[in-house]
């Protein structure tokens, strides 16, 4: 099998080999466009006209964290008629809108690149994509539908135009990331996420939209995609991928692959000293407001085409220490992984740990910019009862010098 790998209207290499044997070679083009050594594609993979042997499992590594999880994968792969663990059929199949810009196709098949188009929907059709995972998983069409997106949490892919909503063929950029509101214990974590991604607005940590909408009666989030601009895609890439961790090894528990640490010295080689304090200020933010789950897949590189690299900004935040769970933390604060245990001591330790200047200063500012925002922005409906109250008695824990709290 031979995939294109094209990047900005490049394509910058190709994908040859089967199943768990295929391996990356940039083209000329590539490296006449981008460099040589360029880091467009990822930190892990620069653009080199000969390919380290000894990295080859790092480059499959990489593009199989493109991938789905958990449910979402099984149902792509029943869709597809695909096999487990074949990265390159899979791509092949569902490459062409993945998370950030890349976009991946069959160079042996007469019938690509493809023709993207798009597809109106009603909100009855919404609802009914939301609802059936199995037959339209992340609401790709039997036949016509290429997208690709991580996580486990149930969700669709959808385009935004000027008339509501329509569905992604053959491709097109999807421009929006639909949840729908899930039953029982779980009803809450729509609108505890739409309160999260608010508070990270409101601390200038994130800059994309997301809402409660609601298609025929069923509530959703809707989240723009922040890797998506000025209808086309901007390239991103995750912390998985760029330290070499698959699947589960996002959580530094399982491996012992990934750490704070090793997500800040990437930055301190690859990014600039303000991104190591926004870095520093989404940690804290993620303590302040109980998420648990801020794993090297919820963080993020941008690789914007002229090579500047930045950290992407924090999306799925998700307050969650009031749901049922062992309270640990995806990645350790300190060497400290039980949330509750963490203290503003323990936040400015594993900062100053990673060489950040003024650490103290910078979770002090951050945790009294959080209480503000906290203090002013109420839950909508729908949200966890105590939430608010919950996460002002966090934040005050915090800037007194105490454990955060249960």
């Known amino acids: ?31 006449d466009t981008f460099g040589t050594n360029s880091t467009v594609l990822s930190v892990t993979i620069p653009l080199a006209p000969a390919q380290r042997r000894a990295h080859a499992g790092r480059r499959r590594n990489w593009f199989a964290e493109l991938l789905p999880e958990g449910d979402q994968y099984d149902y792509l792969l029943a869709q597809g008629g695909l096999r487990r663990d074949d990265t390159p059929s899979f791509l092949a199949r569902f490459g062409r809108d993945v998370a950030g810009a890349l976009q991946v196709w069959d160079l042996d098949d007469p019938t690509e690149p493809k023709t993207p188009s798009i597809r109106n929907l009603s909100p009855a059709e919404i609802r009914t994509l939301l609802e059936d995972p199995i037959g339209s998983p992340l609401a790709n069409d039997p036949q016509s539908g290429r997208s690709s997106l991580g996580g486990v949490q149930p969700k669709i892919v959808l385009v935004r135009t000027r008339d509501g909503w329509a569905q992604a063929l053959g491709g097109y950029p999807s421009t929006h990331i639909l949840k729908p509101q899930l039953p029982g214990k779980q009803a809450t974590v729509i609108y505890d996420e739409e309160y999260g991604s608010r508070l990270a607005r409101r601390l200038r940590l994130a800059d994309f939209e997301a809402s409660i909408e609601e298609f025929d009666s069923l509530p959703a989030i809707v989240i723009e995609r922040y890797d998506r601009a000025d209808g086309g895609r901007l390239h991103q890439e995750d912390f998985s991928q760029a330290l070499g961790a698959s699947r589960n090894q996002k959580y530094q528990e399982i491996g012992g692959i990934v750490s704070l ?15 190591l304090r926004r870095l520093a200020r989404m940690v804290t933010l993620a303590v302040g407001i109980g998420n648990l789950d801020l794993h090297t897949k919820n963080l993020g590189l941008l690789h914007p085409g002229d090579g500047d690299i930045t950290l992407a900004p924090a999306y799925d935040v998700v307050p969650q220490a009031h749901a049922s769970g062992d309270g640990r933390l995806a990645l350790a604060i300190n060497g400290k992984y039980r949330h509750a245990d963490i203290t503003r001591d323990d936040l400015q330790a594993e900062f100053t740990a990673w060489g950040l200047r003024r650490a103290a200063t910078t979770v002090n500012e951050t945790l009294e910019e959080l209480l503000t925002a906290v203090s002013e922005e109420t839950p909508i409906d729908g949200a966890f009862p105590l939430l608010q109250e919950q996460l002002l008695t966090f934040v005050d824990n915090l800037r007194n010098g105490n454990p955060v709290g249960p």
């Open 1 to 31: 099998m031979r995939l294109a790998i094209e990047l900005y209207g490049t394509v910058i290499g190709t994908l040859t080999g089967e199943a768990r044997a295929f391996d990356f070679t940039p083209t000329q083009d590539g490296l």
């Open 261 to 275: 640490q090793r997500i800040a010295d990437t930055l301190k080689a690859h990014a600039t000293d303000p991104d």
